[in-house]
């Protein structure tokens, strides 16, 4: 076989593809015995050469367990009104009317129920909106502009922060842009609105 590294490398990205997708155990296993095959087939392809192929097919396929898990563990906080405890990642960022901040959540919890709590580190992104000055009308408890430019965040700061947090959405039409899979190649699992 020439070239062995192009074909571990198809075979780390083809056990990824297959764990994203949900390809059954019973297809992997079938596809993995025919290509432990392969080199009793054809003379030029070598024992180890496969060996090394399917090592990395494994590890594709441990490597997408790990990011795309079968059960999501911010399913029992969506939509639901939280309490977050977590970790500036990055500097925010501040638009006109919002400022947003990525987070590594160190504790969550629901604000109905303590008993629904998550202490496993999870990626967040908590976007905090606040009207222009001449918009709050003396309203207590809103941010103003001034205010949150004052706000001086950087990688390391921890944050308490309320609020109702959602799953971002998926792919809405064939071919089209996936938010979710956007986000989770940051390593950001839920959105916060603060």
């Not at 074909?7 to 019973?26: N, S, T």
């Not at 367990?65 to 563990?73: N, R």
């Amino acid at each position: 076989m020439k070239r062995p590294l192009l074909w571990g490398f198809v075979a780390l990205c083809l056990g990824i593809v297959a764990v994203y997708y949900r390809i059954p155990v019973w297809a992997m296993l079938v596809f993995t015995a025919l290509l432990a095959g392969m080199p009793f087939l054809l003379r030029d392809i070598k024992i180890t050469q496969m060996a090394f192929a399917l090592g990395l097919l494994g590890l594709g396929a441990f490597l997408g367990y790990g990011a795309f898990p079968e059960t999501d563990a911010l399913d029992n906080f969506d939509q639901k009104d939280v309490s977050l405890t977590g970790v500036v990642t990055d500097y925010p960022v501040r638009t006109e009317n919002r400022l947003t901040i990525n987070l590594n959540a160190k504790e969550l919890v629901a604000t109905t129920d303590e008993n629904n709590r998550l202490e496993d580190s999870t990626g967040i992104r908590a976007t905090i909106y606040y009207p222009a000055d001449e918009d709050t009308n003396g309203e207590p408890g809103l941010l103003k502009t001034n205010q949150v430019q004052q706000l001086d965040l950087a990688p390391g700061d921890v944050l308490l922060l309320q609020g109702q947090l959602s799953q971002p959405s998926g792919k809405r039409n064939p071919g089209g842009f996936d938010y979710r899979l956007y986000l989770k190649s940051q390593s950001i699992d839920g959105l916060l609105t603060v």
